[in-house]
């Protein structure tokens, strides 16, 4: 089992920055990939970054690509998640997801077996 929890959500204005926090405890090592998903109100969840653990490969959305930045403490099995230039858009509930099986999609929320609990991002504009 591996455990996951989220911190670092909040209300920003239009243009500020956020780090989101997700420490994983527990069975770590069979982590493969560690991701960030968010979803809006009445709309599905979608992907925001992950990071290949083994090779601290990134991937991101299209969406966030340039403003948000993925990366990992490994001594403190936690990974980060900077959100820089935030926009009204990206306000959601922030996911972070643990994959413990080589080669899946880095992108689809099936592909993960472990989450956390969620944390809140408001942007006001």
């Known amino acids: 089992q591996v455990q996951l929890v989220e911190s670092g959500g909040g209300l920003v204005q239009g243009g500020g920055s956020l780090r989101l926090s997700c420490a994983a405890s527990g069975r770590t090592f069979s982590m493969y990939t560690m991701a960030w998903f968010r979803q809006a109100p009445g709309k599905e969840r979608n992907f925001v970054a992950a990071?290949?653990?083994?090779?601290?490969?990134?991937y991101y959305a299209d969406s966030v690509k340039g403003r948000f930045t993925i990366s990992r403490d490994v001594a403190a099995n936690t990974v980060y998640l900077q959100m820089n230039s935030l926009k009204p858009e990206d306000t959601a509930v922030y996911y972070c997801?643990?994959?413990?099986?080589?080669?899946?999609?880095?992108?689809?929320?099936?592909?993960?077996?472990?989450w956390g609990q969620g944390t809140q991002v408001t942007v006001s504009s």
């Open positions: 990071i290949r653990l083994s090779t601290s490969s990134t």
């Open positions: 997801a643990a994959d413990t099986k080589y080669g899946r999609n880095y992108y689809a929320g099936a592909t993960y077996d472990y």
